[in-house]
């Protein structure tokens, strides 16, 4: 099975952990230091390798741009329920993230979006099974 990392740059790494572990995630102790960490998203699936942003330019050339002002990517995770998409959303702004615009509800799909402290995107999201096997117009309930 293949395995996702996601970079993202941060600049107070101690305030980054605490965001993604208040949204349920877990530091893998053995591949975090004092200039990354490693967020575990779903054990043997898929991570967040938070940086700070000076060991973060050490693996590119080009000039590290700031997510606040100039985002690039949005990084969507889906969940089991419209409740656990709330519920992420409100744990990710109890703990310092941001939510830039209203949430949207496509019917067949429901997605909020989210910054975290350093501005990088972030999307929770829940869509219905039937809509994920068979596209969203096999169901009747959309927006």
Known sequence: MAQMFVNLPVTD???AKAFYTALGFTINPLF???NAACVVVEDGHNYFMILVREFFQTFTDLPIGDPAVNPSVATAIF????DEVDAL???GLAAG???PRPASDYGFMYQRQLTDPDGNLLE??????T???EGPGATTDQS
């Open 131 to 133: 809509a994920a096997v």
């Open 97 to 99: 993230g941001a939510e």
């Open 124 to 129: 929770f999201g829940w869509m219905d099974p």
């Open 13 to 15: 790494l101690e305030r």
């Open 32 to 34: 975090s230091d004092h």
């Open 79 to 82: 969940v089991d329920s419209r």
């Open 89 to 91: 959303a409100a744990a």
